[in-house]
């Protein structure tokens, strides 16, 4: 596999940290440097992203048929760190579009020529279905195998991963949280407190990426208001996740572009039980009398129709969720 152009490589990296729910900026001159620097914002926080990639590609031994690596080319030693923010390692595999991760601490340090890296390709298939995936090396470290919608996750937590990945008791516990299985609650309860936090950190993370790749399978990846895709749609939840009686059921998603996820969170829309997405007429009055009611109109021509529905009707919208959430957003009618 040659390796791959650095604008794709580049382009691959802004996609997945976007399917990762963040935004950013490529703020490196050129394409061809490393590391390559990055501007992301994410839940309100601006972050600095150092970020070394490499393509990934076979080991070239023949009894190891599984290996791939990076070789960190184009670099001297020891790599230098982000004073101000994140620092990372990682390959990218541009036939399956995914990404591996490595231990920049383990690395960070290297001899001259063309060091490489390895990965059991393996752990790239596993991550395809989990989001993330551990294999063990034999040098007491951990690869990570990094699905693009946990691209950034993986950035954000690469330190601790690597840190105690390696741990046989740890590594067992993450894979069944990525895998949504569950865990028993003595494994837990033995756990220090940094690597709970860990757990709980992976747990929150895959159960809100799954929910994610089910809502947007679900809709087409297109708005249920608007019918738009164009990558501009989230997952949104119609029982808010703080409610009593949520669940992270695909029958409890709904597909929005961010306008109409933003108007549904602050009760400005509402969806009843006909799957009709409406107008919620007190928040207008109370618009209107602020003087905040401007082209009304033209949003208003989007609702009182039926929604985009998934074609498979065991995912569409409980009607219990949908009563529940207007009773909760106190919606006349409902309350």
């Not at 061809?32 to 590609?57: M, N």
């Not at 040098?139 to 741990?167: K, M, Q, T």
């Not at 159960?207 to 249920?224: E, H, I, L, P, T």
Request: one cysteine or more; hydrophobic letters at 40%; glycine letters at 6%.
């Amino acid at each position: 596999m040659p390796a791959a152009r650095p604008q794709v490589i580049v382009n691959a990296v802004i996609d997945a940290i976007q399917q990762s729910g963040s935004v950013t900026a490529y703020v490196s001159e050129s394409l061809r440097t490393h590391p390559r620097k990055f501007a992301v914002s994410y839940l309100g926080q601006t972050y600095s992203l150092w970020l070394y990639i490499w393509t990934l590609t076979h080991g070239g031994r023949v009894s190891l048929p599984n290996e791939y690596r990076i070789q960190m080319t184009s670099v001297a030693s020891p790599l230098d760190r982000n004073p101000n923010g994140l620092t990372a390692l990682m390959g990218y595999c541009p036939d399956l579009k995914m990404f591996a991760g490595f231990d920049l601490k383990k690395h960070c340090i290297f001899t001259e020529g063309s060091p490489s890296v390895q990965i059991d390709i393996a752990a790239i298939y596993e991550a395809r279905q989990s989001g993330l995936s551990f294999a063990a090396k034999d040098s007491n470290e951990i690869a990570i195998g990094v699905r693009p919608d946990h691209f950034w996750f993986y950035c954000l937590n690469a330190d601790n991963l690597h840190l105690h990945g390696v741990e046989d008791n740890l590594a067992a516990i993450l894979t069944k949280v990525i895998e949504i299985e569950e865990v028993p609650q003595q494994e837990i309860t033995e756990l220090v407190a940094e690597r709970k936090q860990i757990v709980e950190k992976v747990h929150r993370y895959s159960r809100s990426a799954k929910f994610r790749r089910q809502v947007m399978s679900a809709y087409g990846n297109r708005c249920a208001v608007t019918g738009m895709q164009l990558r501009l749609v989230d997952a949104a939840h119609i029982l808010p996740v703080t409610s009593d009686g949520s669940s992270d059921h695909v029958t409890n998603g709904i597909a929005l572009a961010p306008t109409f996820h933003r108007a549904y969170d602050t009760c400005l829309i509402y969806l009843d039980e006909n799957f009709v997405m409406k107008l919620n007429e007190e928040k207008i009055e109370e618009l209107v009398t602020d003087d905040l009611g401007g082209e009304i109109h033209q949003f208003r021509s989007f609702l009182d129709k039926t929604i985009y529905l998934p074609v498979d009707m065991s995912q569409r919208p409980r009607l219990e969720y949908i009563a529940m959430a207007n009773r909760h957003r106190r919606i006349r009618g409902y309350v």
